[in-house]
Nanobody
Framework: QLQLVESGGGLVQPGGSLRLSCAAS????????MGWFRQAPGKEREWVSA????????NYADSVLGRFTISRDNSKNTMTLQMNSLKPEDTAVYHC?????????????????????WGQGTQVTVSS
């Protein structure tokens, strides 16, 4: 089965950290750019971050710049999102996406598009 699976979500206090992982199953991530998106209840899907297929190019939304770090390990077929200094407004379901186009996962065509692969999501809740 070809799929992306996220893990690492949970409940954390404001100011805390979480590390999300996205693992590919049934296919290799080589050649795929990847991104993280999030959606809070009652809100539109929001782009968070993107990384090129080689890992040499990364982009971040202004809302997470300086707090979140995206990375990937192609040898392990995984991508991670290190989230520090978390805020209540970071609460959302976080999804990872993989696509042959970096522009697509970097939200240059908007967030309501279909990606080559899309994960089911992991819940992140930031609350005291």
């Amino acid at each position: 089965q070809l799929q992306l699976v996220e893990s690492g979500g949970g409940l954390v206090q404001p100011g805390g950290s979480l590390r999300l992982s996205c693992a590919a199953s049934g296919f290799t991530l080589d050649g795929y750019a990847m991104g993280w998106f999030r959606q809070a209840p009652g809100k539109e899907r929001e782009w968070v971050s993107a990384i090129s297929s080689s890992g040499g190019n990364t982009n971040y939304a202004d809302s997470v710049l300086g707090r979140f770090t995206i990375s990937r390990d192609n040898s392990k077929n995984t991508m991670t999102l290190q989230m520090n200094s978390l805020k209540p407004e970071d609460t959302a379901v976080y999804h990872c996406a993989a696509d042959r186009s970096f522009a697509r996962v970097a939200s240059m065509f908007g967030v309501k598009i279909t990606f080559d692969y899309w994960g089911q999501g992991t819940q992140v809740t930031v609350s005291s």
